[in-house]
């Protein structure tokens, strides 16, 4: 192997160890992106970026990243789409 396939493969080694942390980790954040909040709110992401068209959608852009708090959104969708 050389040099570049060197660093990419320790690069992977470091990195496989984030997709492998069990999924109560990533529930129990509080910022999560659009593949964890359409897994969570059981939605597309299509739908979702249907949603954040609105402007009163909660979501947080840090740069390009678009981050959304899961309870600001679940109180939204109730309270929008809730027929309590």
């Not at 402007?55 to 959304?68: D, S, V």
Request: charged residues 30%; aromatic residues 10%; hydrophobic residues 40%.
């Amino acid at each position: 192997m050389n040099k570049i396939e060197n660093r990419n493969a320790e690069a992977r080694a470091k990195t496989n160890h984030i997709d492998q942390r069990p999924l109560v980790c990533y529930l129990e954040q509080e910022l999560i992106d659009i593949k964890m909040l359409a897994f969570v709110t059981s939605m597309s992401e299509r739908t979702i970026f249907n949603l954040i068209k609105d402007p009163g959608f909660p979501r947080l852009k840090i740069g390009r990243r678009l981050l959304f708090n899961k309870k600001a959104v679940m109180g939204y969708l109730v309270k929008k789409y809730g027929n309590w």
